[in-house]
């Protein structure tokens, strides 16, 4: 299966990600992820991307389109979660694959909720698990449940920079819409209500019930 996902900032495209790659084994490629990793190590990669990162704006296409092109060229099966982000890197992996997309996934949630999901956000700086304050708290507080390591809130998670990804979001992912649209590949996903129902929501929009590892 090759999936995309589309969706603002915070809807829970990671969290569905994951969940989707336990179920069936499908390789999950999040750029925020790669990104993160690439600055955390101070590749050059990662120090031409994170002045980008820190304002919520978008890393310049040709760097992630590598980033990508690199990624997935072996791959079978992959979800991309987070790319493409705008109609350019949709026409760059239209090519690179051939378009043997199976389909889209547009996740939708009020605005609100959003800011509510990455406020209350917590990641392990360490193994990458992600938790919430509230829906999915770590059983270790300020810890990792997983590795041990002190939680810590991203960067990108302050209110000034959640505001401008929104609004990068709206301007220049949002045309994606129509552009998977048109193709006839776009599947729309309700985010509200909790990680299992969103879940279930998900696997009826890609026509999965099964499990295939
Ligand atoms: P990226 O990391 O992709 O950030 P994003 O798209 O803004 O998405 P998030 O990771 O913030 O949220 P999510 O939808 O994955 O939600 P999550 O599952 O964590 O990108 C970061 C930056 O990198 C970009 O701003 C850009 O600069 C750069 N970048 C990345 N890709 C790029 C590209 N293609 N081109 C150029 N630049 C690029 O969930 C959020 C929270 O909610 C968590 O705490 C979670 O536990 C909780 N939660 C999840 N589901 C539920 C639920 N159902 N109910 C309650 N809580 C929930």
């Known amino acids: 299966m090759r999936l995309v996902f589309v969706g603002a900032p915070g809807v829970g495209k990671g969290t569905q990600a994951k969940r989707l790659e336990q179920e069936f084994g499908w390789n999950v490629v999040s750029t925020g992820d790669l990104l993160r990793t690439a600055i955390a190590q101070q590749t050059s990669l ?11 704006e978008l890393v310049p296409d040709l760097l992630v389109n590598d980033l990508v092109a690199e990624r997935i060229s072996q791959m ?28 889209v996934v547009l996740f939708d949630l009020d605005e609100e909720l959003l800011v509510e999901r990455l406020s209350g956000r917590r990641v392990c ?18 810890q990792c449940d ?8 991203r960067n990108d998670d302050q209110p000034e920079t959640i505001r401008n990804r929104m609004r990068v979001f709206r301007e220049q992912t949002e045309p994606l819409v129509a552009f998977y649209e048109a ?22 929009a890609i026509g999965q019930n099964g499990t295939e590892k």
Request: aromatic share 6%; glycine share 10%.
């Open 146 to 153: 997983r590795c041990g390591a002190r939680l810590i809130t």
């Open 46 to 56: 990662g120090q031409q991307a994170q002045a980008y990162i820190q304002r919520g």
């Open 125 to 142: 700086p360490s193994c990458g698990a992600v938790f919430h304050v509230k829906a999915n708290p770590s059983q270790r507080g300020e």
């Open 76 to 103: 079978e099966s992959f979800i991309l979660d987070g790319y493409p982000r705008n109609v350019a890197q949709a026409e760059t992996l239209e090519a690179l694959i051939d378009g043997t997309l199976d389909a």
């Open 183 to 204: 193709k006839g590949l776009l599947r729309r996903v309700c985010a509200n209500g909790t990680p299992e129902e969103v879940f279930l929501r998900l696997l009826s």
